[in-house]
């Protein structure tokens, strides 16, 4: 049977989706949404592509083609392209070490995604960084050490209100990272200078292997921030994370200061590649999640019940991004290494340093009168 033409499907719908629990909020995003076709293809497409990334990431760290840290995003592409969905490539978002998908929706390319992962010569990185240190231009990391980025973040936002731009910072962090001392620090300080940041935590249950109920006294993480407005929303939903962004987004760049908008997720693989998660939660449960909340496959049958789209359509989708991924791969693992004479280079600037007064005790001063 074949597909109808697209002159047959329908262009919009309107979606009922799961309220957002609020804290010190007198608003809250909207429950009745609006998808357009073009909207849910290109989110199809783009979660779609992060999990066939992934499950490649996945194959080739098996094959020892990418070594060390590698941690996958499968199971949460909903709250990226969501996130994504809401704010404007000139906003500025910085991550955790949980990048891949986020270096993607930012504007890396498959290839030197995989590349990078691979250290390859014409890696994003250049093959010095690996999976948890890829950048583009508005896109900052990747960033290793639990918790480092969120202060990194509140920067960013700072810079933004500095330069009196209209733009905000998106910084997202996990369960396990909303313990730390500094993401409280940076909560005191983006409210008390009304920066323009969306703090994203993305609690997908488990602080790498330990159950939130066990490693947070209070797992009501939207309500982490005290004085900080908060949302708790459904993170497997893209359309429940892409009305929570836009509401966040207009709350930021409104002046009234920061928002924290904790996304319930789940990730499908381990906390990084060869983490025996078996060990901390049972098959049933993972399979569980996988059947009744695939973010995917919820926006799939979405867009399927309102004959927005077909499922040859989708299935056609598919076998391009294969395609493409496939592709991508084999470019990464033909492109060579680095070579050994370039080990040293980019580790200092090559520009003379700023002159600081006081800094340099062989420093000469020199009178201003």
């Known amino acids: 049977m074949s597909a109808p033409p697209h002159a047959d499907f329908t262009t919009w719908a309107t979606f009922e989706i799961k309220k957002c629990d609020v804290h010190k909020l007198d608003e809250a995003p909207a429950a009745q949404v609006v998808l357009t076709r073009d909207e849910g293809l290109q989110y199809y497409s783009t979660m779609q592509t992060i999990r066939c990334l992934e499950l490649k990431a996945g194959q080739l760290f098996n094959q020892r083609i990418i070594r060390g840290g590698c941690h996958l995003y499968n199971g949460q592409e909903a709250c990226a392209v969501g996130i994504e969905a809401a704010i404007n490539l000139t906003d500025h978002l910085i991550t955790a070490y949980r990048s891949h998908g986020f ?30 240190h890829m950048y583009t231009k508005t896109f900052y990391g990747g960033n290793g050490i639990v918790g480092s980025q969120v202060p990194l973040g509140a920067g960013l936002a700072l810079a933004c209100k500095y330069q009196n731009k209209s733009e905000l910072s998106v910084c997202v962090y996990g369960d396990g990272a909303a313990n730390q001392g500094q993401v409280f620090e940076t909560f005191n300080m983006a409210a008390l200078w009304k920066l323009p940041i969306i703090f994203v935590c993305e609690n997908n249950r488990f602080a790498k292997g330990t159950p939130m109920e066990r490693a947070s006294a209070s797992t009501d993480f939207y309500k982490r921030g005290d004085f900080i407005p908060g949302l708790r929303v459904d993170g497997m939903d893209i359309l429940c994370v892409r009305e929570a962004t836009r509401f966040a987004a207009d709350h930021c760049k409104s002046g009234k200061g920061p928002i924290l908008l904790e996304l319930q997720t789940y990730r499908f693989a381990g906390h990084f590649e060869g983490d025996a998660h078996l060990s901390y939660r049972s098959q049933e449960e993972v399979d569980e999640v996988r059947r009744d909340h695939d973010p995917i496959s919820i926006l799939r049958d979405h867009m399927l019940s309102s004959n927005m789209t077909s499922v040859e359509e989708l299935e056609g989708i598919d076998v391009r991004i294969i395609k493409d991924v496939e592709e991508a791969a084999e470019f990464a693992v033909t492109n060579p290494e680095p070579p050994l004479e370039e080990l040293c280079n980019h580790v200092f600037c090559n520009n003379p340093p700023l002159e600081v007064r006081g800094t340099n005790p062989w420093t000469k001063l020199k009178s201003s009168s």
Not at 103 to 127: N, P, Q
């Open 103 to 132: 270096t993607y929706t930012r504007g890396g390319s498959l290839k030197k995604i995989l590349a990078e992962l691979a250290g390859r010569a014409a890696g994003i990185s250049k093959g010095r960084g690996g999976s948890m």
